[in-house]
């Protein structure tokens, strides 16, 4: 017998697989669809007549289009995305390169965002319609609509261009090279105004369906029984009635996680924050056609990972999902 | 008193009309909140900004002059950009851009995921369960991270800006509608439509549209919402029409001035939120203020 978790990651991951082939057949089809020769796409503007043919047998674009298929395929799924057009490198390792920093701040805001929507959403769950309530709800409504990047743009203008109080952008600062505990202290200064305006919109969010799944669990008959029992106030609110709504909460950052990466990405334009975001930009303008499609596989890659993994959180937290 | 109203009508009794279905669902707008109002004046405001964009302004959103980058106020009430043209002028062109991509491509979307919904709610089974398995997926992928992939493959432009966004946009609109369509599909009228020999696609068009006009109203606003958004990301990134400047698009050159010129910013940026905020408020106003209308507009 295998151990319920072992399990449980198995068939997620068997599940995550129609996904996989999904992304990479759809991103197949968009350099198909593209007008002109799929080779020429792939080699850039104004290739040599050399680089061309190499590119034209490596991807076999001279065969037919399922044989193109598979070769594409078995290629993207092993990591080779080819060879960025720009730097000449491979495209899996400029990802790489670049990955961390979007780790540290993406990761950040999210632990920012679901500490902060967690405890405003119990909140205002606890005070289900009142005035406290009624102004969480209009200012969740609030931070959802704004876009990310216009919020970034209005934090520069005021905290980095006016107050002059925090950096306007980069990841440190550029003419001190500092080591040690001067440069993670230098890095979080920089961080501050990126990792706020990219938790904006989780946070709406999270609060949002935390309220709702809380309002929904403070009304359940185990609640009335704690109640009873003599369990108190707050180990009501926590234990019995978050230990359920945490499932909410969780599932909300798993489908949401895609909305947050492509935040990330005008986040990291705003504030020119070496991740992939600046990726995907460069691959745009410079028309890197490799290095744009294969930071969308990578990304699409991680979204689907970090979904499956808030499933499998999910069941764990609550047998009853468990078949 | 309102406890008449969830009387169920028996249904022998003759049924309403679809107007005065419609209407009956609408009524509601009779109790409208303060957010709902503000929703629509925000909107209004928007629209008609737009809309007579050349009696607010005699410049041309356009038009080159050597007065760059000049301070709001005087002749400039929004101030200049950095090629001298009149940022009121291009907020208000600007926005006729981001509104027409946004209903444009919301009309898009909201034809595919009313069909899908209908189809699946309608039928279930197998054909349900894939409809819906298709559904999923489209809503884990990065939808705009495809739409920055088929822009930047495909070209940019208006047309494929629409096209993208609507094609992407579907799965909110399925869903609710399918949840919808499968409380409908159980109702003793669909029966006796069917006993009566209708076919199902009379039964569809006649007796099961109606019953979701009203939700496809709410998924309306939210997506024209989440339209405009999308659109204003794609321009930000450098993947709208140049030669049609959305406010995205003025985003995006205020980003290059930003540490010298607030309102390159500030102004665009105000016209995007408005609509976006305006159009959610209307949305969840429609909706009575239901929780989780955010699960509309995946």
Redesign the interface.
């Known amino acids: 017998m295998l151990p319920v978790i072992v399990k449980l990651l198995l068939r997620r991951a068997l599940l995550a697989v129609?996904?996989v082939l999904?992304?990479v057949t759809?991103?197949f089809f968009?350099?198909r669809?593209?007008?002109g020769d799929p080779a020429a796409?792939m080699a850039g503007d104004a290739p040599t007549p050399e680089f061309l043919a190499q590119i034209r047998s490596e991807y076999g674009f001279d065969r037919p289009v399922w044989a193109q298929f598979l070769t594409f395929l078995g290629k993207a799924v092993t990591g080779d995305f080819g060879i960025s057009l720009y730097t000449k490198q491979p495209v899996f390792s400029v990802i790489l390169e670049r990955f961390p920093a979007t780790v540290l701040m993406t990761g950040t805001a999210m632990v920012v965002a679901s500490l902060i929507g967690i405890l405003v959403g119990v909140a205002s769950a606890k005070r289900a319609g009142s005035r406290l309530d009624a102004l969480i709800s209009?200012a969740s409504?609030?931070g959802?609509?704004?876009?990310g990047?216009?919020v970034g743009?209005?934090l520069?203008?005021l905290f980095a261009?006016s107050l002059n109080w925090l950096p306007?952008g980069g990841m440190e600062a550029a003419r001190a090279s500092y080591r040690g505990w001067r440069h993670v202290e230098d890095v979080a200064w920089h961080m501050v105004l990126p990792v706020a305006t990219l938790s904006v919109f989780l946070l709406t969010?999270i609060a949002?369906?935390t309220?709702?799944a809380m309002?929904d669990a403070l009304d359940q008959d185990y609640v009335l029984v704690a109640e009873a029992k003599g369990a108190s106030r707050t180990r009501i609110l926590w234990h019995h009635a978050f230990r359920n709504a945490c499932v909410t909460t969780i599932t909300v950052i798993g489908?949401e996680f895609?909305?947050v990466?492509?935040g990330a990405?005008?986040v990291e334009?705003?504030f020119s924050w070496p991740g992939l975001g600046r990726l995907?930009?460069d691959?745009?303008?410079r028309?890197d056609?490799p290095l744009?499609?294969g930071a969308?596989m990578f990304?699409?890659f991680v979204?689907?990972v970090v979904?499956m993994a808030s499933d499998v959180a999910c069941t764990l937290l609550d047998p009853r999902i468990r078949r | 008193m309102k406890d008449a109203i969830t009387v169920k009508p028996s249904p022998f009794a003759a049924r309403p009309g679809w107007i005065a279905r419609l209407s009956s669902g609408l009524a509601s707008l009779r109790e409208l909140q303060v957010?709902t109002v503000v929703g629509v004046g925000f909107v209004a405001i928007v629209c008609f900004g737009t809309l007579f964009a050349p009696l607010l302004t005699a410049a041309d959103p356009l038009g080159l002059s050597k007065e760059t980058l000049l301070a709001p106020g005087g002749a400039h009430p929004f101030g200049t950009d950095d090629l001298g043209r009149d940022v009121l002028a291009r907020v208000l062109y600007g926005g006729r851009v981001s509104l027409s991509v946004g209903l444009f491509s919301a009309v898009l979307s909201l034809g595919l995921g009313m069909t899908i919904g209908m189809v699946a709610g309608f039928f279930g089974g197998a054909l349900d369960e894939v409809l819906m398995r298709i559904t999923e997926?489209f809503?884990?992928?990065?939808?705009?991270?495809?739409a920055?992939?088929?822009v930047?493959?495909?070209?940019s432009g208006l047309a494929n800006e629409i096209l993208v966004i609507g094609l992407l946009s579907w799965p909110a609109t399925a869903r609710v509608i399918r949840g919808r369509v499968q409380v409908v599909r159980h109702e003793e009228f669909i029966a006796a439509a069917e006993m009566s020999g209708a076919s199902w696609v009379r039964v569809l068009a006649r007796h099961v549209t109606p019953n979701v006009l009203s939700f496809l109203l709410v998924s309306a606003s939210l997506q024209v919402?989440s339209a405009i958004?999308a659109e204003?990301?794609l321009s930000?990134?450098?993947?709208g029409d140049p030669t049609h400047p959305s406010w995205g698009l003025l985003?995006q050159q205020?980003?290059l001035f930003?540490?010298q010129a607030?309102w390159l910013?500030?102004f665009p940026?105000i016209a995007?939120?408005m609509t976006?905020?305006g159009l959610?408020?209307m949305g969840?106003g429609l909706s009575g203020g239901r929780?989780?209308t955010?699960a509309a507009r995946?």
């Open positions: 129609p996904l999904a992304v759809l991103t968009f350099i669809l593209a007008p796409i209009a409504l609030v959802y609509s704004v876009p990047f216009w743009q209005l520069i203008l261009v306007v969010m949002r369906f309220r709702a309002i489908l895609g909305a990466l492509a990405v005008v334009i705003v995907f930009y691959a745009i303008y028309r056609f744009l499609t969308f990304s699409s979204v689907i979904n | 957010s997926a809503q884990i992928l990065p939808k705009l991270l495809v920055v992939v088929v930047s493959l495909i070209g919402a958004m204003s990301f930000f990134l450098g993947l985003l205020g980003q930003l540490q607030w910013t500030t940026g995007l939120a976006i905020l959610n408020l969840d929780a989780g955010r995946r």
